[in-house]
């Protein structure tokens, strides 16, 4: 889990991740407004179905693979936060056609 | 999409830390059309990673280390040089040819003169349980920190070794957050070994910096030093961290696990466009073969910053500066010869002392060659007895391992997997990494759409080539 400092500086910017709304911050990439919702896992392996988190933060690890707006694999790290962004757990391998 | 580019530039730069601004910053201001392309939202690297929006207010959180990159991305801004953010670069030919994807879309340009500026990553960490969510590398957390302000809640351990492990514990201290340890694989014998570099590391800048961030950070928390294992323990997220100093294994819980064993120069974008590298027994790493301008092999690219081997922010700034004069006077412009005296007396003061670093926070082999089941490949989730038990079949080298076990194919292309299995299979064969080698590494180095690629312009020649006549 992650906590913001305060003062939390930044605009409000809303988005869904599965369907449930949640709060970020304008500086925020997605990876960052996964963690601050406290969601566990961002991604589960096509090898084994294991969960996964964002590791390295900076765009060379890929475990932070989650569909953004009907596009699957995207790194969530190095993508900053829309308004009205909706944000997918990514289950297994990106499916054809997301 | 990839709007505005132009069809070809004097000099482009890739990546925008220390070494890229400063370099783009010497070119464009001597007069060079100049174009930056970076992967991240805005300029600074990691170090100085959202320099211009951070929304932590008080400064010394961070640091004046970190603060000093302000006039570096002011320069630049100032310079006129083209930026694009949020470009990834995933090709480079020797005929100095890039592939770049930005906006939703792919374009190619072409340089005269190519500075790579890629930086470094942290080194693979290889332990038991680090794929579980909850671990992550300290320098992940420290990009939280800068770019939004977040500090890890519940229990949090910090593991491993180096500069940057106790930058992030000092900066976690200043900003009010709670550390329940610290556990340090520093080698015991490393000290001995970092001894005959004291010498100048006591002239260095490191120095007094470097002392005080540590006397900080133990004051404040509990440092467990000489750790000779460790194992993340947890069902789908981390709940413990078992750890081993002389001979007793303890455990500790803990809700988030940062692990750090040094950085590596990041090789992908350089070796896929045929920069030759050599394996660095010092820093244990691949390090690309350059002059002292950062010159490769490749005709008009060089390399500047951390991707020319690792020597920390401020070195990347100067060969930045060096690699963009010979840049400049490459192509007939003019640099006046102050500023090259000047970067090259500086850079020969920030490398005082880096042996020193190297040979202390030198990593045990222990955290490099893992056993067991334990993951090598994070993507294609092989482990470290699958690589030995294939190269007992015979398997000579990482690029027939792929065949094998598909290590290294999955989208990090080996990144967090690559040092490892050379060291894995050179270990397991008794032999240097060096005649090992790495994996062979191609275009595109980072995953992008068939739809993008088909997409892009062709030229005549690239038709006449697929079409019958």
């Known amino acids: 889990m992650f906590a913001r400092l305060p003062p939390e500086a930044g605009d409000a910017v809303t988005l869904s991740i599965d369907g449930k709304a949640c709060t970020a911050r304008t500086n925020d990439t997605v990876a960052a407004a996964l963690l601050a919702s406290g969601l566990d896992h961002c991604r589960t392996t096509g090898v084994s179905g294991a969960p996964r988190a964002p590791y390295c933060m900076m765009g060379v690890c890929f475990d932070c693979l989650v569909t953004i707006d009907g596009i699957g694999n995207r790194q969530a790290c190095l993508v900053p936060v829309r308004e009205g962004m909706r944000v997918e757990v990514q289950r297994g391998k990106r499916e054809l056609g997301r | 999409m990839s709007a505005g580019l132009a069809a070809s530039y004097d000099v482009a730069v890739i990546g925008a830390g220390p070494a890229g601004l400063a370099a783009a910053t010497t070119c464009a201001n001597a007069g060079c059309a100049t174009v930056l392309f970076d992967e991240g939202a805005m300029p600074g690297g990691q170090i100085y990673r959202s320099i211009e929006d951070t929304p932590l207010r008080e ?129 015991r014998e490393n000290r001995a070994h970092a001894l ?41 997220k981390v709940s413990a961290v078992a750890y081993r100093t002389g001979g007793e294994e303890k455990t500790l819980e803990v809700d988030n696990l940062f692990l750090h064993q040094g950085l590596i120069p990041n090789v992908n974008l350089a070796m ?77 003061r ?69 040092v490892t299995v050379t060291e894995l299979i050179a270990a397991a064969r008794g032999v240097s990494p060096r005649e090992i080698g790495y994996y062979r590494l191609r275009p595109p180095v980072k995953p992008i759409t068939v739809a993008e690629l088909a997409a892009l312009p062709k030229s005549e020649a690239a038709i006449k080539a697929v079409t019958r006549s």
């Open chain 2, 59 to 187: 400064r010394s959180v961070l640091g004046e280390s970190y603060w000093r990159g302000r006039t570096l991305v002011e320069s630049f801004r100032a310079s006129g040089a083209r930026y694009i953010a949020g470009a990834t670069v995933w090709s480079l030919t020797r005929d100095r040819e890039i592939g770049v994807s930005f906006d939703g879309g792919s374009a190619l340009t072409y340089a005269k003169r190519v500075i790579l500026c890629t930086g470094a990553l942290e080194r693979p960490f290889p332990i038991p349980g680090w794929t579980l969510p909850g671990v992550m590398t300290v320098g992940a957390a420290q990009t939280l920190l800068k770019s939004s302000g977040l500090v890890a809640s519940g229990k949090t351990t910090l593991a491993g070794c180096g500069p940057l492990l106790w930058l992030l514990a000092a900066q976690y201290l200043r900003a009010h957050a709670k550390l329940e340890a610290i556990l340090d694989t520093t080698a």
């Open chain 2, 196 to 236: 005959p570099h004291a010498l100048p590391f006591l002239f260095s800048s490191y120095v007094a910096d470097g002392i005080a961030l540590m006397r900080e950070v133990k004051r404040q928390v509990r440092v467990i030093s000489g750790v000779t294992s460790l194992r993340a323990l947890g069902d789908r």
């Open chain 2, 272 to 348: 896929a466009a045929g920069i030759a590298h050599r394996w660095d027994e010092a820093q244990l790493c691949w390090v690309p073969e350059l002059d002292r301008d950062g010159n490769s092999n490749l005709e008009g690219v060089a390399i500047a910053g951390d991707g020319a081997g690792i020597a920390g922010g401020e070195a990347a700034r100067w060969r930045g500066v060096l690699a963009g004069v010979a840049a400049v006077r490459a192509i007939g412009g003019n640099v006046a010869s102050g500023d090259e005296q000047r970067a090259r007396k500086e850079l020969a």
């Open chain 2, 350 to 418: 920030t490398l005082r002392g880096r042996g020193f670093l190297d040979a202390l926070y030198r990593p045990a082999r222990n955290f490099r060659i893992p056993e067991g089941d334990t993951i090598v490949c994070r993507c294609e989730e092989v482990t470290a007895h699958e690589i030995s038990a294939t190269v007992a079949l015979g398997c000579p080298g990482p690029n027939q391992m792929k065949a094998f076990l598909r290590c290294g194919m999955g989208p990090c292309q080996g990144r967090l997997c690559g």
